[in-house]
């Protein structure tokens, strides 16, 4: 016999995205139910880096409206996220070193003048010169953000829960029920739930639950992460076209990342880990003091366009925000207050019209 419990919205997914969502929903006074195949946040979400990235040359001209929005948000989205937990958030301003091609990347832009790096030298001394491997290069530095993705997602499922949200985890949906043509609940491998609105955002898994198809899918990313020999050592994101760096507050360093189509496969490979700590090690020679904490990998949500997939689909009440691809922290608070806008009737404070399931339409 199935247990049918009665829900005002349900939420497949419980990484950055679901998570932010429901408790926007929350705040609309919807009762919220989340429901995770695993544990919350411990997909995507917990294996990203978490850059704040608003470069033109790596932001698609179709988000940037979206990636602004959402990066001028992002200071008070913590802050609530770190009232309503009680935990703390490591979001950092310091910055980032942008490695680019001199003339392929910037000719598009017409990028100020203190877009550029004076002495990286000066900004960051334990990074070797820009010459070498490196001299086709520029240094460009930007006013961007970076949090860590995994304080963010703790929190965000403490203020959930302390908000009186709704999770029921290691919980499979095998699909959204629908009634009389419009959405009615979801239908797991151990219950059923009721809610007249529906939102997956189950990330690289999304497009396996029906009743329609789209096509996310799962886009591997390999990284490490090691301690610094000193805590500020490097201070800012260093990106390169061969790595990235992102210290952390306490000490910790992520390296990362790889981009390959491995289907769900989601174990390291021992040589690109060494790959990886090899580039880190050309940019930062005193790595080699590093001690390595861990290595994983996670999947992304990719779409064929690179695009996120948002809004509502054919069925009444079902709705989807889902293929965020590499942006799916930093588009995390503007993804929540659009949705939550679409799903309760209002109208969108950007427009999400582009970002339709429809595009894919035969």
Request: aromatic share 6%; glycine share 10%.
């Amino acid at each position: 016999m199935w247990d049918v419990r009665n829900y005002d919205a349900i939420i497949i997914g419980a990484g950055i995205i679901g998570l932010s969502l429901a408790i926007e929903l929350n705040k609309e006074g919807l009762r919220v139910l989340v429901v995770d195949k695993g544990q919350p946040g411990r997909e995507a979400s917990w294996a990203a880096g978490g850059m704040l990235c608003e470069f033109p040359g790596e932001t698609s001209p179709a988000l940037r409206e979206l990636a602004t929005a959402s990066a001028a948000m992002y200071p008070e989205f913590v802050y609530e996220l770190q009232s309503e937990s009680g935990l703390k958030i490591d979001l950092r301003s310091q910055g980032t070193l942008l490695f680019v091609e001199r003339a392929k990347e910037l000719q598009p832009f017409d990028l100020p003048a203190s877009a550029f790096a004076p002495s990286i030298q000066e900004l960051e001394p334990a990074l070797r010169a820009p010459s070498g491997i490196h001299s086709h290069l520029i240094a460009l530095y930007l006013k961007e953000r970076c949090v860590d993705p995994r304080d963010l997602t703790a929190a965000a499922v403490a203020a959930a829960r302390r908000r009186g949200i709704d999770f029921s985890s290691g919980d499979h949906v095998l699909g959204v029920e629908v009634t009389n043509g419009s959405a009615s609940g979801v239908r797991t491998n151990k219950t059923r739930f009721s809610a007249g609105m529906i939102t997956n955002c189950a990330g690289a898994w999304a497009g396996q639950i029906g009743p329609h198809p789209f096509p996310t899918r799962p886009v591997k990313g390999q990284m490490l992460c090691v301690i610094m020999p000193e805590k500020e050592m490097v201070r800012h994101v260093v990106r390169t076209p061969d790595v990235y760096l992102i210290p952390r507050s306490d000490g910790r360093m992520l390296i990362g990342a790889t981009s390959e189509e491995a289907g769900f496969d989601k174990q390291t490979v021992p040589e690109t880990i060494q790959r990886l700590r090899q580039a880190a090690l050309d940019l930062v020679p005193r790595l080699a003091e590093a001690r390595t904490l861990e290595a994983w990998a996670g999947l992304r949500p990719g779409t064929p366009d690179g695009l996120p997939i948002l809004g509502p689909t054919p069925t009444p009440g079902y709705f989807l925000a889902t293929g965020h691809f590499r942006d799916g922290i930093l588009l995390a608070p503007i993804t929540a207050k659009v949705m939550a806008q679409c799903m309760t009737g209002q109208r969108p404070m950007i427009d999400v019209l582009n970002f339709s399931a429809n595009r894919f339409a035969d």
